[in-house]
C-alpha cells in the first residue's frame, strides 16, 4: 500500500491546475461574530460540478498512460464522483464508463448523460453496482477510477488545501468533512507534512460516524445504516484513506442533523452560495464546539454544492 | 448638477477598497454553452450585505466631513441600501437613521437593526417615507444619503465595474440591471472614460420599463405600478442617473418574468450561488436575444443575493 506525500500532491496540482477553477476562500463578518472564530471558506461548491472530486477525478485522468487513455475510465457512483469522472474524461477527450443504480435521481442521471459518459443502469444495491462495475471493466478495459480510495485521487483531493493555504497564510486549523476520506487524506499527507502546525479536524455526523469509531477503537469500523441528511458522507472509509485518517488526523468531531442544517442555512443566508449538506458539517462542529475554535484563524473546505432546490430542508 | 467622471470612480475606489470585499468574478462552461457567450459574472451578490449598495453606501460616509461625520447618515428604504448605509456607518463608527415602512419585512427590519441603526417606521407611502425622513434629519442634522440619485453613491458603484476590468481583461460588453440607475450610471462613468470600447447595456423588467421608455423617447418618464418579481428594479430614475444614462448607455433591453426566474434558476443550480430576482435580469437578456452576444466576452454584474429562502418562485 503506498501512500502519498506532499510531493505527489504538488504534482498533482501542476497536472490538473488548467483544468479546475481555482476557487475563491469567502469569509463572513456575521458567522465570524456568531462563532467568535475567524473562518475562511475554501468554496469547492463553486468547483467544476459543483464538488472537490472534481479535483480527484482530473488527476486520475490526467495521470493515465496513452494506452490507458485509449480505454477510458469507469467507475460506480450515484453523485458528484460520478459528474466529475465524465466532465473530467470529456476534457480530455476520453471514454467515461459509469455504472449507476436505476433508482438514482433523474438529475444526476441527467448530468452524468450531459458530461457524454456511457451510463450502464444496474440495481441499487452495492453487489449489483460492483457485478455491474467489473463486467463494463472487462468489457472495455478501462481503468477504474475510485471515488475516494485510490492513490491519485487523494493527491487531486489534497491540492484544495494547496490551493487554500497559497490565498491564505496562518491558519492555526484546517477542517473537512469525513465520508469516504478522500478529502481529508488528501488535505492530511499535504498539511501535515508542509504545515505540520497546522491542526487537521474531520467532521461528521453523529448518524455516520464510523469513521469516528474507527480512529477511537483504532480498527476499521463500516458504516453500516447510516442516517445523515449528509448524503455525500454515507459512506465507509477505504483502506488507505483509513491507515491516512489513523496516523496523522489531530481530531474527529461528530455533530448533530439540526446542528448540520443550521448550519447550511446560515451559510446560505449570509454568505449567498449554495452548499450541500455535507459541506455545512465542518460548521456545525464549530457552532457545537466554539471553545476549540475561539479566536482561531480556521480554514473550512466546503466540499460541494449539489442539492435539489425543490427539496430543502428549510 | 455635477456629473462623476472617472477619477471620481478611481478616487472612491481608494477610499472604499479596504472596507468593501473584492468580490470574485464567477464563470460557468454549462451556462457558456447554454448561451453561446463568454460570460463573466461579477459577483456583488457575495459583497457585504449581500448587494453592490454595500459600495455606494460606503463612497457616501467616508467623504462625510468630520462634523457632518458626528451627526450621521440618513436615509428612508426597505431594501438592500439600508442594510448598506447601517453597515457602512456602523463600520466608521457613526450614527445611522433609517425610515422603514412598518409593513417591512420581518427579516429586513431585523438586519437593519442587527447593524446597530436607529429606525423610525412609517407608513408605507412615498409621502409619508419622505416626510417621516424629512423630521428625521431636522432633528438629527444627520447627511442624507440617497439610494442612487446622488454623486458620491453613482462613485461607489461604479467601483464594481472598475473592479471588473482588472480581475477580466479584453471584454466586449458589461451587463448591469437598471433600477434607480445608480450601478449602472457608475459603469458607463467609469467604463465609457477608460475602456470607450466596451459596450455598457442596462436590463430591466418589460413590467418596470421606465428606464427603456425614457431612453427611447428621450424624456424623464417615472415607474408607475411597477409590476415584477424583480423588487430591487421597482423604483424611477433620478435626475443624475437620467442624465448618465441618457446620454452614455449603448442599449437597454427589457425582459419577461418567465425568463427571470429561468435566469435566476440557472445560476442557483449550476453556478452554485444564490442571486435575487434583480440579479438574473441581465442573463434573461442573453438568453432572449443570444445572437446579439453570440462569440462575446460579457461582463455581468449580478447585483445582489437577499432572498427569502422560505419564498422561492421555483
Not at 62 to 73: C, I, N, T
Not at 160 to 174: G, P, V, Y
Not at 192 to 206: C, G, H, M, S, Y
Request: net charge neutral.
Amino acid at each position: 500500500m503506498k501512500l502519498p506525500n506532499a510531493k505527489d500532491i504538488e504534482a498533482a496540482y501542476k497536472r490538473i491546475r488548467s483544468f479546475v477553477h481555482q476557487t475563491p476562500v469567502l469569509s463572513s463578518e456575521s458567522i465570524n461574530t456568531i462563532t467568535g472564530a475567524q473562518l475562511f471558506f475554501k468554496c469547492e461548491n463553486l468547483q467544476k460540478v459543483g464538488a472537490f472530486k472534481f479535483r480527484g477525478a482530473s488527476n486520475a485522468v490526467l495521470s493515465l498512460s496513452e494506452e490507458q487513455r485509449l480505454k477510458g475510465v469507469a467507475t460506480h457512483s450515484s453523485g458528484n464522483h460520478a459528474a466529475a469522472l465524465a466532465l473530467a474524461a470529456r476534457q480530455n477527450g476520453i471514454p467515461a464508463y459509469i455504472v449507476m443504480p436505476d433508482n438514482a435521481p433523474t438529475i444526476k442521471k441527467k448530468a452524468v448523460a450531459g458530461y457524454g459518459a456511457h451510463i450502464t443502469f444496474c440495481k441499487p444495491t452495492l453487489a449489483d453496482r460492483e457485478a455491474t462495475l467489473e463486467k463494463v471493466i472487462e468489457q472495455t478495459g478501462a481503468t477504474l477510477v475510485h471515488p475516494y480510495n485510490q492513490f491519485e485521487v487523494i493527491c487531486g483531493q489534497g491540492t484544495a488545501s494547496l490551493e487554500l493555504t497559497k490565498q491564505i497564510s496562518d491558519l492555526d486549523i484546517i477542517m473537512t468533512p469525513v465520508g469516504g476520506g478522500g478529502l481529508v487524506s488528501g488535505t492530511l499527507t499535504y498539511i501535515k507534512e508542509r504545515f505540520p502546525q497546522i491542526e487537521v479536524i474531520a467532521v461528521e455526523p453523529k448518524g455516520a460516524d464510523d469513521a469516528y469509531q474507527s480512529w477511537k477503537q483504532g480498527r476499521f469500523i463500516p458504516c453500516t445504516h447510516p442516517e445523515t441528511i449528509a448524503d455525500g458522507l454515507r459512506t465507509s472509509l477505504g483502506t488507505l484513506t483509513y491507515e491516512i485518517i489513523r496516523s496523522k488526523i489531530d481530531g474527529i468531531y461528530t455533530v448533530n442533523e439540526e446542528s448540520i442544517v443550521k448550519a447550511m442555512r446560515l451559510v446560505w443566508e449570509r454568505m449567498k452560495i449554495i452548499i450541500e449538506p455535507s459541506s455545512a458539517v465542518p460548521l456545525a462542529a464549530v457552532m457545537e464546539n466554539p471553545e476549540h475554535f475561539k479566536g482561531k484563524k480556521v480554514g473550512i473546505i466546503l466540499s460541494g454544492g449539489n442539492v435539489d432546490l425543490g427539496h430543502l430542508p428549510f
